[in-house]
T-cell receptor
Framework: DTGVSQDPRHKITKRGQNVTFRCDPI?????LYWYRQTLGQGPEFLTY????????KSRLLSDRFSAERPKGSFSTLEIQRTEQGDSAMYLC????????????????????FGPGTRLTVL | DQQVKQNSPSLSVQEGRISILNCDYT??????FLWYKKYPAEGPTFLIS?????DKNEDGRFTVFLNKSAKHLSLHIVPSQPGDSAVYFC???????????????FGSGTQLTVLP
């Protein structure tokens, strides 16, 4: 399987605990994104990596959220001191970084998603 | 303010008929649009896309139409099959502040149910 993988698929934790999720992107993709999806809503962008550099993190929901991609391959998303409002599906996506502005939409920088990690905070 | 809107939370269609899913957007700077399909307990799967320089893109049973003047796009599925039952999201890439990467802004989704 050469798609995006995420681990664990499900996580149940108690309020106040720290949790960490892992994402392994498609191997040749240098761009990696984290999103969060709550019930009845579309995915919401959190942060983005180009190789190992975190180029956008202003959308992380609070300073309890942090992400790393130390070697430019897999990434981790950590939530410290979890709250019940953190319960959601956390999605990772990757893309190749090749973007065509218009003549061939199929070649645009399409993001491919993993199966997600479902977090439940009790 | 939601920049991408899907105003119909659900749609039911008979097998073999056409499914039409609608999406409206407010940001005239969007130059590219995507549709994703999502089954329960899975991540979104890329379905089809369209550039703003086109008004139609077709891939098998799936066709996306873009009306830039109305800031409206629609996904047509013909013929609809029970396996098409899923949540469909419309999305548009928005520039991330650094570099050329794009974050996706999603609509809230439409649950399509294809009845056998």
């Amino acid at each position: 399987d050469t798609g995006v993988s995420q681990d664990p698929r499900h996580k149940i934790t108690k309020r106040g605990q720290n949790v960490t999720f892992r994402c392994d992107p498609i191997s040749e993709h240098n761009r990696l994104y984290w999103y969060r999806q709550t019930l009845g809503q579309g995915p919401e962008f959190l942060t983005y990596f180009q190789n190992e550099a975190q180029l956008e993190k202003s959308r992380l929901l609070s300073d309890r959220f942090s992400a790393e991609r130390p070697k430019g391959s897999f990434s981790t998303l950590e939530i410290q001191r979890t709250e019940q409002g953190d319960s959601a599906m956390y999605l990772c996506a990757s893309s190749s970084g090749f973007f065509d502005r218009g003549y061939a939409p199929r070649r645009a920088d399409t993001q491919y998603f993993g199966p997600g990690t479902r977090l439940t905070v009790l | 303010d939601q920049q991408v809107k899907q105003n119909s939370p659900s749609l039911s269609v008979q097998e073999g008929r056409i499914s039409i899913l609608n999406c409206d957007y407010t940001n005239s700077m969007f130059d590219y649009f995507l549709w994703y399909k999502k089954y329960p307990a899975e991540g979104p799967t890329f379905l089809i896309s369209i550039s703003s320089i086109k008004d139609k893109n077709e891939d098998g049973r799936f066709t996306v139409f873009l009306n830039k003047s109305a800031k409206h796009l629609s996904l047509h599925i013909v013929p609809s099959q029970p396996g098409d039952s899923a949540v469909y999201f419309c999305a548009a890439p928005d520039l991330i502040s650094s570099g050329s990467a794009r974050q996706l802004t999603f609509g809230s989704g439409t649950q399509l149910t294809v009845l056998p």
